[in-house]
């Protein structure tokens, strides 16, 4: 911070060095100049027939504190109208206009908007003197008006300004020192703590707070860094309670399997179809939840290509309605699909039949006693929407934007799957984000949920 200060003012005092002390007599050469021209343009202006003529040249004169005269040419012959001297020694106090001096002025000046001309020293108060000289006509007579400006030497200003500007360094180099010193405090102190709070972060540690001081960027970043360490610890949880619900859905039908093959194989009899039918059941089941990791991972890892192709979206929901048929009629359930049109759609068949099965799956699982689950299919302005409403509890509001989690689980509102891995919202939210479709959720609680998505419908081909 100090370094940057620094730098700074070492930047200011070379600007303020190079106008105040090396550019100072040029700067101030030019300043009498275009003081020097701008008095004689201020004076030519002024008609030297009124009657504060006079006034207004003194004036003039007082003003930019110069010596003026001006003369009344007719041939080669000139009248001084006004004198105005505002110092005790000037090149034109006693100059007349046949002067070689004058003669020349007059030449240049009838050329050149404003003549000027800069003279070497003429007393030893003076660096040197300025003629400026501007001629206008009135018709009759050319109006001569010469104005001469003293240039005083300015070693003796460079000088105390040199030291002035030693000074001045010693001072602002303090000031940078002690400026560097309270802003890295204010600065550093609060980076310095939310360094430590990030160390127990990156330990594992969530229980942290980012205070991030009195500047906006740091009080920013802080927050920043608090909403960070929320969402970390949230998904810390939620991908231990993943671990958890995968590790039992795993050892169940492990234990089945182990348990019914060591029946088989240790006590005569066991031997039959029913015991058979367990094993695979079980083994299907194992078979499922990998498949369904191993799909959710090709999706999140946009390993997952798209294949599209035109199919009949009305049939695939019919399909998936008929694969629940053994267990509609074994336990229960009913699930209602009444279309009243075939809409057909271009998309990637396979995922779409696992987003309808998902979504299925999912209602049959957290439908109500009745056991009822209602899919709908609507069509408007060539969207269709695929609709799948069961009766259960429902799903607090606040919770809705968490259950396509992949790591999340509803509490106390969520049952454990009939059939099912868990993993099916997060399947049909990122098959459905890959086709780039529209999808979301509606429920109360008590009244059940509604699961929708949306695809552009397309005419099917002849």
Known sequence: MFAYL??????????????QILLLDKVYRATVIRQSKAAAETISAIDYNSEDFRSKVYDTASKYGICV????????TGTPIVTAHTQSFCLIHSAALGDTFLSG?????????????????????????????????????????????????????VATLRWQLLYLSAILLVVSAVMAFFISKKIAVPVSKMNEEAKKLAGGNYDVDFEGGAFRE???????????????????????????????????????????SEVMRDIPGEMTAENMQIIIDETKRLSSL???MLDLSR??????????????????????????????????????????????????????????????????????????????????EGICRISVSDTGDGIPEEKLPLIWDRYYRTGDYHKRAVTGTGLGLSIVKNALLL???????SSSLGEGSTFWFELKAQSPKN
Do not use: C, W
């Open 6 to 19: 620094a730098f700074f003012t070492a930047i200011v005092l070379a600007v303020i060095a190079a106008f």
């Open 69 to 76: 005269t001006v003369y009344k040419v007719g041939g080669s």
């Open 105 to 157: 002025i007059y030449a240049n000046a009838k050329i050149e908007d404003v003549y000027t001309e800069t003279l070497e020293q003429k007393n030893s108060s003076s660096a040197g003197s300025l003629i400026a000289a501007k001629v206008t006509s009135d018709g009759n007579y050319d109006i001569l008006t010469v104005v001469n400006s003293d240039i005083k030497p300015v070693d003796a200003t």
């Open 218 to 260: 740091t009080v920013e970043l802080g927050n920043t860094l608090n909403y960070a360490a929320g969402e970390l610890s949230k998904l810390d949880t939620m991908q231990k309670e993943l671990i958890a619900n995968i590790s039992h859905d795993l050892r169940t039908p492990l234990t089945m399997i182990s348990g019914y």
């Open 290 to 292: 990998v498949n369904d």
């Open 299 to 380: 999706l999140t890892g946009g390993k997952r290509e798209l294949k599209k192709t035109l199919f009949s979206l009305t049939e695939a929901v019919r399909q998936t309605v008929e694969r629940y048929s053994r267990l509609t009629v074994a336990e229960g359930y009913s699930i209602e699909f009444a279309p009243d049109r075939e809409v057909y759609v271009e998309a990637d068949e396979i995922l779409i039949l696992q987003v309808i099965y998902n979504l299925v799956s999912n209602a049959v699982n957290y439908t109500s006693e009745d056991k009822k689950v209602y899919i709908t299919q609507t069509l408007t």
């Open 435 to 441: 086709h780039g479709a529209s999808f979301g959720v």
